[in-house]
Structure formats: C-alpha cells, structure tokens
C-alpha cells in the first residue's frame, strides 16, 4: 500500500514471447512528475533469465542505474539522481530477457518497489505480477517430413506414378 500523497504505477509492457527466442521488459511508469528514485527487485521464473545489458529509457535520462543479483537469484535494481532529476512518465528501462526452449507461460513478480521524492517523500507500491505467455516455436520442417506431407495429400496411385516418373528420370535412387 502507498504511503504518501501520490502513488506513481510500475508496468511491464511485453511483445510476444518465443520459446528459444529474446525478448525485452518494457518497464513503464506513469504518475512520477515528482519522483527521483525507483528500486524494486525482478523474480523471473524458470526458463527466463537476464540476457545482456539493462538499458535506460527516456522516462529516466539523467538518472543512474544500479543492479546486483540478490543470492535468491533475482535481480535488484535501483534508479536514482543525485542532482534530484525527475522521472518522466513513459518508459523508464529495457530488461533483456532469454526465453529457454522448453520454457511454458508462467508469471514473473516485481516486488520491494519504493519510490522517493525529490523531498525525501517515500512510497512503497504494492507488488506487480505480471504473465509471461509463451509461444512455442515449430521448428521447420525437413525435406523428407515435407514430402511426406505432399504425398498424403494425394491419393495412392498418384504417389505410385510419381515414384515411378522420378525412377525412370534417374532422380529416385533405389537398391538393385
């Protein structure tokens, strides 16, 4: 529950997500005109880890990123200006995300979020869950599931003459 005058909101703005694939966390804020710090900590669940660099976004310019992996495995990250910059509302940081291959649709939990004014004024939100829907991706088919395909497709006798054409013309190697 918020304690203050105001209570900004923290999102997570996702693409579709694919099994074997990256994907980004779009971390969004709105109702910050007054704030100067952000700290929150990331539970991703099995099958989704941190891949490669945090990047800050325009809602933060002027602002200093921090990060450390807790011994829990989440990640802990903190947003802050010294020279007491405010947040914009919009987009505040990119998290890159792996997305293993045998990974399923679970959900990932933002929680311990505080906030600070300018004025030392201090929020504490309520946690943020939020579904991390996974598509799995078919992997391509090979040649012979292809035309193992085509030739269910069509009827017996086509197959057998189809067979027969590709024999004589020296493409369809058969043993003697």
Do not use: C
């Amino acid at each position: 529950m918020a304690q203050g005058l105001w209570t900004p909101e923290l999102s997570v703005v996702l693409k579709e997500i694919k099994a074997g694939e990256d994907t980004m966390l779009r971390f969004n804020m709105m109702g910050v005109d007054r704030m100067s710090a952000l700290q929150f900590n990331l539970s991703l669940p099995e099958g989704f880890e941190l891949d490669g660099d945090i990047v800050l976004r325009d809602g933060a310019i002027n602002h200093t990123l921090y990060t450390s992996t807790l011994a829990s495995g989440d990640l802990f990250v903190v947003l802050y200006s010294l020279d007491q910059n405010t947040f914009s509302n919009g987009y505040i940081l990119n998290i890159p995300v792996a997305v293993a291959e045998n990974a399923v649709s679970s959900e990932a939990r933002i929680y311990n979020i505080r906030t600070a004014t300018v004025k030392a004024v201090s929020n504490t939100l309520s946690d943020v869950t939020f579904a991390l829907d996974v598509t799995a991706v078919e992997p391509e088919p090979d040649g012979i599931e292809l035309v193992m395909a085509a030739f269910s497709l069509i009827s017996d006798k086509r197959v057998l003459d189809f067979l027969l054409q590709l024999g004589k013309s020296g493409l369809f190697v058969t043993e003697s």
